[in-house]
T-cell receptor, first 111, second 115 residues
Framework: TQLLEQSPQFLSIQEGENLTVYCNSS?????LQWYRQEPGEGPVLLVT?????EVKKLKRLTFQFGDARKDSSLHITAAQPGDTGLYLC???????????FGKGTKLSVIP | DAGVTQSPTHLIKTRGQQVTLRCSPK?????VSWYQQALGQGPQFIFQ???????QRGNFPDRFSGHQFPNYSSELNVNALLLGDSALYLC??????????????FGEGSWLTVV
């Protein structure tokens, strides 16, 4: 069974600060995705990374896939209150059709 | 272009009852997956349907069953409801199976409360 561990579970920071969220596993994933979920809504895809060592940027968000494709990180620069939400990482294993999700990181950005 | 639509949005059931949740995939999508998200947890994979067949199943009991129709819409049925089945049930659609680089769209979910 593939598992994804996310840390930290909760994060409360001031507007303008930087933060990093981690997603780790002992298993190799074919691809890894990051989602953001607002209360009462479904997850919304932010990015997909597929190549070990890959780095993708989405405005103030930087995503990295580990060289061994077992871990990933999400870095947010100069966080804003609009970044508040639940951030989920999810991976797909080779030959699998399912997404395995981490438990999520609940981010609160205080104005 | 409508995204993934789910119904009902909220419902309350009694232990032992049965429930049916419905999902219409995003236009052009042929694959539907169902996930259960308990409070404070990440979504857990229930199963995926493609070409009206269950392609893969997660670690859920047989009380959870599903169906996909020729128009690609899908239903999730849960029998003999338990209090622990209370959760947000999410439907996700994609074109083809979930693989590297494939974009998956989630609906807003159906909140099920079992009392």
């Amino acid at each position: 069974t593939q598992l994804l561990e996310q840390s930290p579970q909760f994060l409360s920071i001031q507007e303008g600060e930087n933060l990093t969220v981690y997603c780790n596993s002992s298993s190799v994933f074919s691809s890894l995705q990051w989602y953001r979920q607002e209360p009462g809504e479904g997850p919304v895809l932010l990015v997909t990374v597929v190549t070990g060592g890959e780095v993708k940027k989405l405005k103030r968000l930087t995503f990295q896939f580990g060289d061994a494709r077992k871990d990933s990180s999400l870095h947010i620069t100069a966080a804003q209150p609009g970044d508040t939400g639940l951030y989920l990482c999810a991976g797909t294993g080779a030959g699998s059709y399912q997404l395995t999700f981490g438990k999520g990181t609940k981010l609160s950005v205080i104005p | 272009d409508a995204g993934v639509t789910q119904s009902p949005t909220h419902l309350i059931k009694t232990r032992g009852q049965q429930v049916t949740l419905r999902c219409s995939p995003k236009s052009g999508h042929d694959t539907v997956s169902w996930y259960q998200q308990a409070l404070g947890q990440g979504p857990q994979f229930i199963f995926q349907y493609y070409e009206e067949e269950e392609r893969q199943r997660g670690n859920f009991p047989d009380r959870f069953s599903g169906h996909q129709f020729p128009n690609y819409s899908s239903e999730l049925n849960v029998n003999a409801l338990l209090l622990g089945d209370s959760a947000l049930y999410l439907c996700a659609s994609s074109f083809g199976p979930i693989r590297s680089g494939n974009t998956i769209y989630f609906g807003e979910g159906s909140w099920l409360t079992v009392v």
